[in-house]
């Protein structure tokens, strides 16, 4: 490739379709939503993050970068604080499987054959895993059984080593980490200037009871919107997090796709 860029959208088609059409290149489709994220951080915040990790990654693994899903999956209360927040912004289960499964057919169509979901929104979860097994499903159907889809979330590849030097109070888990330490690090090595630590609201680790409300009680969420207080985090703890998460997940795809090409050159 010539052009200096790893986001397929940047690219004339002509050179996309050089890239994609043997099923040489990867393609990672970084998955966001419109949320709130307490009173010191945008709400673009799922986005912006895996969308980073993904463009590092393709820079190492000769990958491209689709557009980013801008909005996912209702937040949950115990999350991401609620989808009673003014600005969440989101959609219903069934939009997100088939808008997922459109996008993911549509690069086969192209000729992708290996696709990475990389996630940085955890309601979404499991309808990224409906959308590719409707996607899959779909090209069985048309005879392509060739497409693999690797699905992540960026925070799943942060180590033990890791997690001692990014809480060395006690880690409560990543459930309550919305808007906490792990994103608010990330932001302030990212995007300073989308970080007001003056504004941060600190307050205890939200607490819930071991069960669902719906409609929800707004009452059980720290009125910040965050679930655990930001005040820890620190620009050098975003290189720590940049740094394992990066690694962690150019390796996972190295395993994963090297190892289909080498099938496929064999057979
Ligand atoms: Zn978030
Ligand atoms: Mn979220």
């Known amino acids: 490739m010539t052009r200096d860029t790893v986001f397929a959208a940047e690219l004339p088609w002509h050179e996309y379709q050089s890239m994609v059409q043997d099923g040489a290149t990867p393609v990672l489709i970084p ?3 419109m949320e709130q994220h307490g009173h010191h951080m945008p709400m673009h915040v799922d986005v912006l993050l895996p969308t980073e990790f993904a463009r590092r990654v393709a820079a190492r693994i000769s990958a491209l970068v689709a557009p980013p899903f801008t909005y996912g999956y209702k937040s949950h209360q115990k999350s991401g604080g609620g989808n009673f927040f003014p600005g969440t912004t989101s959609l219903d289960g069934a939009s997100l499987v088939n808008a997922l499964r459109d996008v993911i057919r ?12 990389v996630n940085g929104h955890f309601e979404n979860s499991w309808f990224i895993t409906e959308a590719i097994d409707l996607a899959l499903r779909e090209l069985r159907w048309d005879g392509n059984e060739r497409v693999k889809v690797v699905v992540l979330s960026y925070w799943d590849f942060v180590d033990d080593a890791s997690v001692e030097r ?5 880690f409560l888990g990543w459930d309550i980490e919305h808007g906490g330490v792990l994103e608010t690090s990330l932001m302030l ?3 300073p200037d989308l970080v007001w630590l003056q504004d941060a ?3 205890a680790p939200a607490s819930f009871p071991p069960y669902d409300v719906y409609p929800p009680k707004p009452e059980w969420t720290p009125a910040s919107g965050t679930l ?17 998460c990066t690694r962690g997940i150019v390796n996972a795809l190295l395993t994963e796709f090297t190892t289909q090409r080498k099938l496929a050159a064999a057979t």
Not at 106 to 117: K, N, S
Not at 166 to 170: F, M, N, Q
Not at 228 to 244: C, F, H, Q, R, W
């Open 31 to 33: 998955l966001g939503s």
């Open 106 to 117: 549509e690069f086969a169509r192209h000729g992708v054959r290996h696709l990475c979901i």
């Open 166 to 170: 990014l809480y060395p109070d006690g």
């Open 189 to 191: 090595r990212l995007h």
């Open 201 to 203: 609201v600190e307050h």
């Open 228 to 244: 655990s207080s930001p005040m820890e985090a620190t620009a050098e703890k975003g290189d720590i997090l940049l740094d394992v």
